[in-house]
């Protein structure tokens, strides 16, 4: 069960829009519909930002989406605000009751 | 508002056991929609989910921890615990505790963790 791939580091300008991959396999992201996005300022405790692939809890910004292609999941994020700088970890389900998150992205509004 | 509280000892020897205890405000734990989790951070890597249980009795472990690894659970205190045993200095972690939504496969609500050290 390895962790999914997730780039370091991301950074954009205020206002632009910025993706985070996460690629795993066909045992997990690939497999299910089952990936969340969570969010975690230092200190902080993580928040959920996107479950099921692209579903938003109820009181997170429709500035942040997520979507899927084959084994690589990804989460948007438009109309950046320097609020948003964070690190960003993705979870899949990977079957047998199990789940597998990523290495994590740091995420810099410049 | 529920709330999730992580609390144990700050500095663990090599070979001992580590000891943490999730305090569960504003919510009971055995409300019956939800199971517990632990997840740790090592320094500066990604999450690792350890384990995760329903206040009845089922739970769920990482299986390269689970040899390693007792939950349990005080309902009369809404707290749940995790005992890792024969720590190295690879235990060493930001861990946290957090919720997932019965049949659901995500982490809805988490605490804000708290960093164990294994050094002698």
């Known amino acids: 069960q390895s962790a999914l791939t997730q780039p370091a580091s991301v950074s954009g300008s205020p206002g632009q829009s910025i993706t985070i991959s996460c690629t795993g396999t066909s045992s997990d992201v690939g497999r299910y519909n089952l990936v969340s996005w969570y969010q975690h300022h230092p200190g902080k405790a993580p928040k959920l930002m996107i479950y099921?692939?692209?579903k938003r809890p109820s009181g997170v910004s429709n500035n942040f989406s997520g979507s899927k292609s084959g084994n690589t999941a990804s989460l948007t994020i438009s109309g950046l605000q320097a609020e948003d700088e964070a690190d960003y970890y993705c979870c899949s389900y990977a079957g047998s009751n199990t789940v597998v998150f990523g290495g994590g992205t740091k995420l810099t509004v410049l | 508002q529920v709330q999730l509280q992580e609390s144990g000892p700050g500095l663990v020897k090599p070979s001992q056991t580590l000891s943490l205890t999730c305090t569960v405000s504003g919510g009971s734990i055995s409300s019956g929609a939800y199971y517990w989790s632990w997840i740790r951070q090592h320094p500066g890597e990604g999450l690792e989910w350890i384990a995760y249980?329903?206040?009845?009795?089922?739970?769920y472990y990482n299986p390269s921890l689970k040899s390693r690894l007792t939950i349990s659970v005080d309902t009369s205190k809404n707290q749940f615990s995790l005992k890792l045993s024969s720590v190295t200095a690879a235990d060493t972690a930001v861990y946290y505790c957090?919720?997932?939504?019965?049949?659901?496969?995500?982490?809805?609500?988490w605490g804000r963790g708290t960093l164990v050290t294994v050094s002698s």
């Open positions: 249980f329903y206040y009845s009795g089922s739970t």
């Open positions: 099921e692939d692209s």
């Open positions: 957090a919720r997932r939504l019965g049949a659901y496969w995500y982490f809805d609500l």
